[in-house]
């Protein structure tokens, strides 16, 4: 029913998303454990809502996804890998949320160029990376578990 | 081509490798080939997308410090995908999408190679901009190639 192309071009969109995601994490994640330590973090911070464009086109990518084909992910039976990456996707989500609610994000937007962030920054940075890092694990092991239990 | 064909047949690591049902097996190299080229190109695309003109407020010269995560990115990406290369080579080489997806990525990184000292020096001139340019289009082709290769033959 589908033409051929459909599925590697929803791919490439998912890419390409979670690339762009990928750059700005990485570039303030890494900011605040003192790469690149010239950068003031305001502007790095401004990014931040590329990030979300970014994230939004790379899960409305990966919900069509899952509507072309939804054998890999969603089971049944339930695929470990699926569930452990919306975890981490959750987890992400509460992390971002306390960073901002805990005013964090606007002690780190102080940082100025050449200047060290706090050790709360680098923690919250730290499990933002670990995460980032366990949903791109979780999603290459998707094709890999499924139907393991 | 025949000889590396002979070799990885005969290989105890490339056996394991695509014989192993083990997610430590061939899933791992893809992933540690997924979360390089994702960090790589992502960086890059970053770069480039600053010395184009995105982001004006942020410093140029200080973006120079992120070429080296990029090259440990890279090297992660390059390792794991000549591994996986091997594991399979003779339907990987001759899978028509291959040489492009190849072309794209050294040319992505020879000018990020390229790029480096412009952008310490906060060189937006013509011709870096060219390569930041060019640099997109190689990344965004890297992809591509990448994504469509396991549909085609």
């Not at chain 2, 081509?1 to 190299?29: D, G, K």
Request: with cysteine.
């Amino acid at each position: 029913m589908n033409a051929w192309w459909i599925v590697p071009v929803w791919k490439t969109i998912h890419y390409v998303a979670i690339a762009a995601l990928a750059g700005i994490v990485g570039v303030v994640d890494l900011r605040i454990f003192g790469v690149g330590k010239g950068l003031a973090l305001r502007p790095l911070q401004r990014l931040m809502p590329w990030a979300v464009v970014a994230f939004v086109v790379a899960a409305a990518s990966g919900f069509a996804l899952l509507r072309i084909g939804p054998g890999n992910s969603l089971g049944p039976p339930v695929n470990v890998a699926f569930a452990a990456k919306i975890v981490c996707l959750v987890l992400i989500g509460l992390n971002d949320i306390l960073y901002f609610a805990s005013g964090l994000k606007r002690q780190v937007d102080g940082v100025g160029p050449g200047e060290r962030t706090s050790v709360s920054a680098r923690i919250v940075a730290g499990v933002s990376l670990v995460l980032w890092i366990g949903v791109v694990y979780w999603s290459r092991m998707l094709t890999f578990l499924a139907g393991a239990i | 081509m025949h000889v590396i064909q002979q070799w990885t047949e005969a290989n105890a690591f490339f056996i394991w490798l695509r014989e192993s049902p083990s997610i430590w097996a061939y899933p791992t190299v893809f992933f540690l080939h997924t979360i390089g080229l994702v960090f790589t190109a992502g960086v890059s695309l970053l770069i480039d997308a600053r010395v184009l003109g995105a982001a004006r407020e942020l410093q140029v010269a200080p973006l120079g410090k992120f070429f080296k995560p990029v090259w440990i990115g890279f090297w992660l990406t390059a390792i794991s995908g000549v591994v996986m290369v091997l594991s399979d080579f003779e339907t990987r080489v001759t899978n028509r999408l291959f040489p492009l997806k190849m072309a794209c990525v050294v040319a992505a990184i020879v000018l990020t190679a390229l790029m480096r000292r412009r952008v310490e020096r906060a060189d937006l001139s013509t011709p870096t901009r060219a390569m930041a340019a060019a640099s997109v289009a190689c990344w965004l082709g890297a992809i591509t190639a990448g994504r469509f290769m396991a549909f085609f033959q």
